[in-house]
Structures are given as C-alpha cells and as structure tokens.
C-alpha cells in the first residue's frame, strides 16, 4: 500500500490509490468466512429438507406397515424441517453481521491515525461476536456430528447391499442370503416394536436399486459436507474477529486512541 502521509502522491494517484486503501480495509478473512458460511447454510438447509422428506418416503414404503410405526420420525422430520427455515434466516442475518463487524475493526485498525475512532463500546460489541459466534462453533460442532448418523446408516445400507449382489451372483440359493438386514430400529429411526422394521435379502437389495434411495444419500451427503462448512466459517469467524480484537486492545494498551 502507498504512504498515506504522502498528500502529494495520493493526489497524483488519484481513484487508483484510493482504490487501493480501500480494497486494504476490505476484511479478508470474514469475507471468505461469510461466502463459506453461505455456501455451507445453502447445502445443508436445501439438502436435508428434501432428505428428510425422502427419509419418511422409504420409512413409509419399506420399513413401517403401521402409521404409528412411523409418526414419530414423521413428526420429528416436520418440526425439524421449520428449524431450517429458522437456521437458514438466522445464518444469513448472522453472518452478515459479523462481516458488517469485520469492516469495521479492519478499518479500525488500519486507519489508527486518521479521523476514525472507535469507542469502548465498539470493542464491548465485537467481545460479544467472539463469544457468540464461539458457542454456535461448539452447537454446530454436535449439529455436525449428528448429520453423519443418516450418512452412517445409508453408507452401511449400501455396503449391505452390495454384499447382497455378490451373494445372488455367486450362490444360486435365496437362502444364502436371507439372513442379511438392514434394522432402521438399530440407528434410533424406528422404535423397536415397529414391524417390520428392518429389509432383508433381495428386498433390501431392490431397496438400494431405487431412485428415492440413491436420490436421499446422495441429499445426506450434500448436508454433511455443507454442515462441515459451516463449522469451518465459524471457526474462521472466531479467528478473525479475535484477531482484530486483539489488535484494537493492544493499540489502546499503548495509547493509540483508535
């Protein structure tokens, strides 16, 4: 960047040094975090709504007969589908925030000597971003481990599957088979007095052939991964706005009214 204490230069310059100033104040980090998390809310609030109403589709169709079998993962899915639309809204609100936050300690700190002075409260609030943006870190922490167990459960229906095709391939008997499920009830989809609850043989193996299938893990997959995204722009946010806190402590630890 060009000597701000040079008015000469600057009026030589013209647009393109302050062009330059001003892509210096841009906040880099929560720039790159914001799009992350956006990216990240995009996949896992798109994906996994229409996951989980695929989820009550094949739980519907293969492994409840009764509707009381199912009308707890159907009222669990229902509600769970609205606390998306409230994530979705609340993230982009959120992020823009901290990107508003991240402009504004960037600029604090970049221009210490010039006309821009940032109050105590100013500081108190970015304090404030640290520990909120922290404890949703550690809340989308639990959020994102729990995205892999319909990850898990589909990963192990296809490895069981596959299993089941070399099976039919290579021994002509259906009963050599058979005896290979998939229980819904074991991962806590179902409760354990659903019937039938599980798929076993070559109903599994037509199970795994179907769209809907194929369609919803590859949906859980989308949302695992957007969920890791957004963790990792939380993390970022975290870091950046630590940072710039930091900063704006030290100046005023020796001095430097910024």
């Known amino acids: 960047m060009f000597p701000v204490r040079q008015p000469w230069l600057c009026k030589a310059l013209g ?4 062009c330059i100033r001003c892509l210096g104040a841009v906040p880099y ?47 669990f899915i229902k509600y769970f589908q609205y606390v998306i639309y409230g994530l979705a809204s609340f993230f982009f609100l959120y992020c823009i925030l901290l990107l508003a936050e991240g402009f504004y300690t960037t600029s604090a700190v970049k221009q ?38 319909p990850v898990f459960f589909f990963f192990n229906m296809a490895q069981t599957c596959h299993t089941i095709n070399i099976l ?25 007095n659903a019937m039938p609850g599980k798929a076993c043989g070559m109903t599994l193996a037509s ?8 369609v ?28 710039n806190y930091a900063v704006l402590r030290f100046l005023g630890r020796k001095g430097l009214r910024c």
Not at 15 to 18: M, T, V
Not at 33 to 60: I, K, R
Not at 216 to 243: E, K, R
């Open 168 to 192: 039919a391939e290579t021994t002509p008997s259906i009963n050599q088979h058979g005896w290979i499920c998939m229980d819904a009830r074991q991962y806590g989809l179902l409760p354990w």
């Open 112 to 149: 210490t000597f010039g006309e821009f002075r940032s109050t105590r409260c100013g500081r108190c609030l970015s304090l404030t971003f640290i520990i909120v943006t922290y404890v949703l870190a550690v809340i989308w922490l639990a959020v994102f481990a729990f995205t892999a167990i």
């Open 29 to 75: 980090p929560s720039l790159v975090a914001t799009l992350l998390c956006f990216t990240g809310m995009a996949l896992f609030c798109g994906c996994g709504h229409e996951a989980l109403a695929n989820t009550e589709v094949l739980a519907e169709t293969y492994f409840a007969r009764n509707i009381q079998d199912y009308v707890v993962l159907a009222s």
């Open 15 to 18: 647009c393109y040094d302050c």
């Open 216 to 243: 919803t893990y590859d949906l859980y997959i989308a949302a695992f991964a957007g969920a890791g995204i957004a963790l990792l722009a939380l993390f970022m946010y975290v870091v950046a706005t630590t940072y």
């Open 207 to 214: 199970i795994c052939k179907t769209k809907e299938f194929f």
